[in-house]
């Protein structure tokens, strides 16, 4: 499995991107779905992950009620909405592909993942 992630940019604090990820190949059978970033200096750290349905989720603490991860199967694409961006949104946000159909927050789920997208918020 292959991901590409794209949608990344510049905006100012309070504005809203999404994200998406391209897979490969179709993944709605058995991968479960998450992003991940990683700001300058700081360790990665799960964002949000979708099951392989797309009918359960969840979400790091930091992001949750602003963020929402949704995938259609059919495109083989998952989406990050990130709304109410601030500056400590600022960061690389990669996409990763679990091994099973359902996964969480730990990395070590994920085996495969794409190169990441910039996300730059301005205060």
């Known amino acids: 499995v292959q991901l590409q992630a794209s949608g990344g940019g510049l905006v100012q604090a309070g504005g809203s991107l999404r994200l998406s990820c391209a897979a490969s190949k179709r993944t709605s059978s058995n991968n479960a779905m998450g992003w991940f970033r990683q700001a300058p200096g700081k360790e990665r750290e799960f964002v949000a992950a979708?099951?392989?349905?797309?009918?359960?989720?969840s979400y790091a603490e930091s992001v949750k009620g602003r963020f929402t991860i949704s995938r259609d199967n059919a495109m083989s694409t998952v989406y990050l909405r990130m709304d109410s961006l601030n500056p400590e949104d600022t960061a690389i946000y990669s996409c990763a592909a679990a091994l099973g159909p359902y996964s969480g927050s730990n990395a070590n789920q994920y085996r495969y993942w794409g190169q990441g997208t910039l996300v730059t918020v301005s205060s």
């Open positions: 979708i099951n392989w349905r797309g009918d359960t989720t």
